[in-house]
């Protein structure tokens, strides 16, 4: 089954850390990249980081320096560590695979202030 499943969401102070891990199945994961996106309530879905195949990330300016993006390709899977959360951060997040525009169900991440 072609899917993408998220976890490692939940509430956490300001200030807090977690780790998403994003499960893929069914598809070629080490020649795809891999995004994170996050859509807070009202709000449109917005790039937080990617990471190519090769390993080469780009982080949205709004994380840089608190977000790591990182890949696992032996297990299908790519994180997304958070330190340094803020209320702001409170979101859905979701993982992404390009070029096939595969997407996760999402986990909520609430940062409590």
């Known amino acids: 089954q072609v899917q993408l499943v998220e976890s490692g969401g939940g509430l956490v102070q300001a200030g807090g850390s977690l780790r998403l891990s994003c499960v893929a199945s069914?598809?070629?994961?080490?020649?795809?990249?891999m995004d994170w996106y996050r859509q807070a309530p009202g709000g449109q879905r917005e790039l937080v980081a990617a990471?190519?195949?090769?390993?080469?990330?780009n982080y949205a300016e709004f994380v840089k320096g608190r977000f790591t993006i990182s890949r696992e390709n032996t297990k299908n899977t790519v994180y997304l560590l958070m330190n340094s959360l803020k209320a702001e951060d409170t979101a859905v997040y979701y993982c992404?695979?390009?070029?096939?525009?595969?997407w996760g169900q999402g986990t909520q991440v609430t940062v409590s202030s």
């Open positions: 069914g598809i070629n994961f080490r020649f795809y990249t």
């Open positions: 992404n695979a390009q070029p096939i525009d595969l």
């Open positions: 990471i190519t195949s090769g390993g080469v990330t």
